[in-house]
C-alpha cells in the first residue's frame, strides 16, 4: 500500500511540475525579453561585453561616420582570395551518362 501511495505522489508532483513549467515559463521568457528590450533602449549595457557586441579577429573595426564629409570610413579590408582556387584547381571533371 505504501508503495501505491508513493507512486501516486510521484504522479501528481510530475503532473504539478508539468503544469507549472507551462504556465509560469512564458511568463518569465516575456518578463526578460522586456528588461533586455528596456535596458537597450536606454542604453544601459556594456559596450565591452553586450549581448550583441560583434568581437572581431582581434582587430577594431572603426565605422564612424565623419561629420562634415558624409564618408564612411572602414579600418578593417578582408583579404583577396587566392587566384588558385576554385574549380580550376579542383581536380579533373569526367562527363557523366545515365546508362538505362
Do not use: H
Not at 501505491?4 to 501528481?12: D, M, S, T
Not at 511540475?17 to 528596456?38: D, H, N, S
Not at 561616420?65 to 588558385?84: F, I, L, M, N, S
Amino acid at each position: 500500500m505504501e508503495f501505491l501511495k508513493v507512486v501516486v505522489i510521484l504522479v501528481a508532483c510530475y503532473y504539478a511540475f508539468k503544469l507549472g513549467v507551462r504556465l509560469l515559463l512564458p511568463y518569465a521568457m516575456k518578463k526578460m525579453a522586456e528588461k533586455i528590450m528596456k535596458k537597450t533602449q536606454q542604453g544601459n549595457f556594456n559596450t565591452q561585453n553586450g549581448p550583441f557586441q560583434y568581437q572581431g579577429f582581434g582587430q577594431q573595426q572603426d565605422t564612424r561616420q565623419d561629420k562634415g564629409t558624409g564618408k564612411v570610413k572602414v579600418a578593417y579590408v578582408p583579404p583577396k582570395e587566392d587566384a588558385r582556387s576554385g574549380p580550376a584547381t579542383a581536380g579533373e571533371f569526367v562527363d557523366f551518362e545515365e546508362v538505362k
